[in-house]
């Protein structure tokens, strides 16, 4: 068992106030330690790592053991290097019964100028003796990502690519062995230039070693097809993610790589990392040598036919089963037309893919299509031919099946049909040269319902309503053109309106009053009546227009007298109002019996 | 070794939704007509129309089932059901032409003024009297309500009014067209056309497969037909499909 007591207080595992009480029980213990193992005194000198960038400080640590010098030494100084003491640490190691003590002298080392570096040894007094270090060697190197604590990179093929072929290009996401664990992932998409992405897929990762240290690979493959030729950019491709660090002498956790994780003593940081763009030469396919038969698979390919039955009549299907094997783009590849097979009238194949690694590279694409034999004469299957451009050998390929042998007899061919000749029929037709259209592929859209709109009553019944609108506008039309060449009649509306209105006023006011208020508007609802029947202002009736104007024109007496009356009632209420009738509502009911038969009045 | 558990969030991966009934059933017998076994396949396209899935696709597949199978009547009138849903598919077209071409004996030709109408179908003639209208009544409304602008819309309201009524017009001959005769398509090899409608009754003149005939009247299992030389008989009802709409 280790204890680090320095390691525990940086990493502030113990509070405050424990570290205190246990200081003298620490202090005790390291004396104890340095005494009883003062004989066995050494000291080695190492550095955090052995290869960094300029600028970028390297801890250099003097670890003595069994003995501590009162002082910290002086290191030599060495060209380009600045050399600072950051301070000392201890540890009290329990191992097996037995403690021990160690004190460790740490200075920061930064490098001015890229170049090769020795500390020289150093000879350190410690009581009276004399500790020697061994010199250590540094390597300080321009600014370098795989210095870092993680970088990318992009590993495009070491050769030039073709049109149509496909290339594997990976994605390597490189960890310093210091990263425990990584979480929350976010990769961007990889940015091509005129290439189809096919797809990508995540392939086990690898340790490797190299000048800056160990490293875990992580590698993503993208299977690309390049669309043009030229010089076309891969990337960049970006990342970032939550690294779970090891502290700088630190203990791994031994269930980290089993994804458990279960002591946390690292710290967790941020990474950002981002792979440069890097440009990839595309030739175009050559022109000299291309097949008849070649339209377009780039790749490597093998070929194999079945086909049966092989024992027809003449008109009947034969079933053929193409199986081309190989890397390539297999989804992109046609069976090339046959003119070997002009015996035979052919359908459109049907195909299936079938990729058999994981980044989608390699396969097999099965077709099969039905070929049915038109004469009777045909003995065999011509071979199928197929071509390619091998991007390897930089050539193309040819590919031919087996012919099939095959035993057609004459019989009758896909029924045609059974005509019956009629008295006009002339000769028998030729049979045709070409044949019908292919079948759809798509459903399309489904006909909703056969009837036709003009026969839904929906339909004339939505249609009937703009006519219906039509027709009350022309009606309000000419209602509206009717009363304007007719002044008289239109003054009669208003002032029957202006009645209407009155009247409902005027039964308000005979429930709540004032007196005043109700009076005065039943004075103007009798000059308005007047006024409408005489055809006259309403502010040129009076009570004299009683007399004057209706009685004349036949209204009875009793009428008149009421009239007056109400008259009477209106000019005391304006001149006289003490004496007034307060019972409102039997006036009000008077007035009401009283204008039918002021509207009945003809004049 | 480093831990990578949630690494495998970022990779994407494929989703593949499941095909609906009617469209596996059409890949299903499109599926049969490409192995050659066309009558199936015409069975499995009438299934389709059966549960309501009536396209001109399906109509349209159907026919060259039909025809590959030998049933040149039954094709022609699958392609002519088809042709009324998507009368401009220039697919179906070609094929019922070269259908038609197979076709022995006396047969209906459409004349030109036919072939014109049925350039469109009858919603998309309505649909073109439609707009017109509805905008010769939104405009006369507007004039209506406001007479100072009449002058201003008159000659449109009568340029509207006008196309309506031309339209109106040709849309009615369209119906007049597609329902003011019944059609058929004779479906047996050899359709006997007889002076009446009894077995007994002497024949008159044999129809052929695919021929196209119009029909008269009918009477229980008979029917009356005009046949494309202008001969008229009385054909057996077995011996014939009517074509709707």
């Not at chain 1, 007094?125 to 060697?137: C, E, I, K």
């Not at chain 1, 990179?153 to 425990?180: K, M, Q, S």
């Not at chain 1, 045609?416 to 040269?433: E, I, K, N």
């Not at chain 2, 209906?108 to 439609?130: G, H, I, K, P, R």
Request: aromatic letters at 8%.
């Amino acid at each position: 068992m280790r204890i680090g007591w320095e390691t525990m207080r940086q990493s502030a595992l113990l509070p405050p106030a424990i570290e205190r009480a246990f200081r003298p029980v620490h202090r005790l213990a390291c004396l104890w330690a340095l005494t009883g193992s003062c004989w066995g005194a050494m000291v080695t000198a190492n550095v955090d790592r052995s290869v960094a960038p300029v600028g970028e400080p390297i801890t250099f640590t003097l670890n003595f053991s069994g003995a501590e010098p009162e002082q910290p030494p002086e290191i030599p100084v060495v060209t380009n290097l600045q050399i600072t003491f950051l301070g000392p640490s201890r540890q009290v190691i329990v191992s097996n019964g037995r403690i021990s003590s160690s004190v460790s002298l740490n200075y920061a080392v930064t490098a001015r100028e890229p170049g090769e570096y020795v500390i020289p040894a150093l000879q350190i007094p410690v009581g009276n003796q004399v500790l020697r270090t061994d010199p250590v060697q540094l390597r300080i190197v321009r600014h370098d990502p795989r210095t870092q604590l993680a970088f990318m990179r992009l590993v495009l093929p070491n050769r030039e690519v073709f049109v149509g072929e496909v290339f594997p290009v990976e994605v390597h996401l490189c960890l310093r062995d210091r990263v425990e664990n990584i979480a929350n992932v976010q990769l961007s998409p990889l940015q091509v230039e005129s290439c189809t992405q096919l797809r990508h897929v995540r392939l086990p990762h690898r340790t490797e070693r190299n000048e800056f240290g160990q490293f875990t690979v992580i590698p993503l493959q993208y299977s690309l097809v390049a669309a043009r030729p030229g010089s076309l950019r891969i990337g960049p491709v970006d990342c970032s993610f939550v690294a779970e660090i090891t502290p700088e002498g630190g203990r791994r956790d031994p269930f980290a790589g089993l994804g458990l994780g279960l002591f946390r003593s690292g710290e967790t940081r941020p990474v950002s990392v981002s792979a440069e763009p890097q440009w990839l030469q595309v030739r175009p396919l050559p022109e000299d040598g291309v097949p008849p038969e070649f339209n377009g698979a780039v790749g490597r390919f093998t070929l194999a036919l079945q086909a049966g039955p092989t024992n027809v009549a003449v008109g009947d299907p034969i079933t053929v089963k193409v199986q081309i094997r190989g890397r390539g783009v297999l989804d992109a590849l046609k069976l090339p037309e046959q003119p070997d097979w002009h015996a035979f009238k052919s359908y459109p194949p049907t195909a299936n893919t079938e990729v058999t690694d994981p980044a989608g590279l390699e396969g097999i694409k099965t077709f099969e299509l039905i070929l049915v034999p038109q004469t009777a004469e045909v003995r065999e299957l011509p071979p199928l031919r197929f071509a390619f451009f091998d991007p390897e050998t930089r050539t193309y390929q040819r590919l031919a099946s087996a012919p099939v042998p095959l035993q057609v007899r004459a019989g009758a061919p896909t029924p045609m049909p059974a005509l019956a000749m009629d008295r006009t029929a002339g000769p028998a037709p030729a049979l045709p040269t070409h044949d019908i259209l292919g079948l759809k592929q798509q459903l399309g859209a489904l006909a909703v319902g056969s009837t036709p709109w003009v026969q839904q009553p929906v339909f004339w019944a939505v249609h009937s309503l703009p006519v219906l609108a039509w027709i009350c506008a022309w009606i309000w039309r000419r209602h509206a053109d009717t009363l304007a060449s007719d002044p008289r009649r239109q003054r009669m509306r208003e002032a029957r309106r202006r009645v209407r209105h009155t009247l409902v006023h005027l039964q308000k006011l005979s429930q709540t009053g004032p007196p005043e208020a109700f009076y005065a508007a039943l004075f103007r609802l009798l000059q308005e009546q007047i006024a409408e029947r005489l055809d006259l202002p309403a502010s040129a009736i009076t009570e004299a227009v009683i007399d004057e104007r209706l009685r004349p024109a036949g209204l009875p007496d009793d009428v008149s007298n009421e009239l007056h009356e109400l008259f009477q009632l209106c000019n005391q209420a304006r001149y006289a109002p003490g004496g007034l009738s307060t019972d409102l509502p039997t006036v009000r009911r008077r007035v009401e019996a009283l204008l039918p038969q002021l509207q009945q009045l003809q004049i | 070794m480093v831990g990578l558990c949630t690494w495998g969030a970022t990779t994407t991966g494929l989703c593949a939704l499941p095909e609906s009934t009617p469209g596996a059933a059409f890949e299903e017998a499109n599926r049969l007509y490409e192995r050659g076994l066309f009558a199936e396949a015409a069975q499995a396209y009438d299934r389709l129309l059966q549960q309501g899935f009536r396209s001109a696709a399906v109509l349209y597949n159907r026919g060259n089932a039909f025809f590959k199978a030998g049933q040149l009547g039954r094709s022609i009138a699958s392609y002519r059901e088809a042709l009324a849903l998507a009368p401009r598919d220039m697919e179906i077209r070609t094929n019922l032409r070269f259908a038609r071409d197979q076709v022995r004996g006396p047969t209906l030709q459409s004349s030109a003024v036919q072939d014109a109408f049925n350039l469109l179908t009858l919603n998309e003639w309505t649909a073109l009297a439609v707009v017109p209208f509805w905008i010769t009544i939104l405009l006369s409304i507007v004039s209506l309500w406001q007479p100072l602008w009449h002058p201003r819309l008159r000659p449109v309201i009568r340029t509207f009014g006008s196309l309506t009524l031309i339209l109106a017009t040709l849309t009615v001959a369209a119906a007049a067209l597609r329902y003011g005769q019944r059609l058929g398509v004779v479906i047996a090899a050899s359709a006997p056309v007889r002076n009446g409608p009894f077995e007994e009754s002497p024949v008159l003149f044999q129809l052929s497969d695919g021929a196209e005939i119009r029909i008269i009247e009918s009477k229980e299992h008979w029917f009356r037909i005009q046949a494309g030389s202008g001969q008229s008989g009385w054909i057996h009802r077995d011996h014939l499909t009517t074509l709707t709409g």
